[in-house]
């Protein structure tokens, strides 16, 4: 009777210790946040240690780069960031001559995102001596946010994001 009653007790709470431990979200290319460095090494190949590693406004450092990633017909380079070790966002980037450009590649990334995520949760697009253009999804709880940004006519910039950020900042509420 005793040995029913644990099986019992180990049944019902499995579930719940499954829950505690469950997987942290996706972020991009089979990374999850909270990977290691080799982790992702292992997870993504041909990564590289930049030699001039950015830093994020949060303290976040890029460990690894993998360059000349194709999407969309264009050509971008994802940086690994790491705090503590442990990854919390990677970013995609590519360089276009002006906002123009930069907003072909963010018309078809955000289709290419709809189709995958569904419509997204905010979408704004700004033109001004600085052009911004930004679309945000939610996955679980992995943020992907879609960002083109260029002052007047100069060279713009578009990044991908894939953080936990805002779902992070939701569990304080």
Request: proline fraction near 3%.
């Amino acid at each position: 009777m005793k040995t029913i009653l644990r099986l019992l007790l180990v049944l019902t709470l499995l579930p719940l210790a499954t829950a505690a431990h469950a997987e942290e979200p996706g972020l991009w290319h089979g990374t999850r946040y909270g990977m290691s460095p080799a982790q992702v090494k292992a997870a993504v190949p041909h990564l590289s240690v930049p030699a001039k590693p950015s830093r994020l406004a949060d303290g976040a450092v890029e460990l690894l780069r993998l360059d000349d990633v194709e999407i969309a017909q264009n050509r971008f380079a994802a940086a690994f960031y790491f705090k503590g070790n442990k990854l919390t966002q990677v970013t995609l980037t590519v360089s276009k001559r002006n906002f123009d450009e930069a907003m072909i590649v963010f018309d078809d990334l955000t289709g290419a995102l709809r189709s995958k995520y569904g419509k997204e949760l905010t979408r704004t697009i700004e033109r001004d001596k600085l052009n911004r253009a930004d679309a945000i999804w939610m996955n679980g709880r992995t943020n992907i946010d879609v960002i083109a940004m260029s002052v007047g006519e100069h060279e713009a910039v578009l990044n991908i994001n894939y953080q936990v950020r805002v779902a992070q900042d939701a569990d304080r509420l």
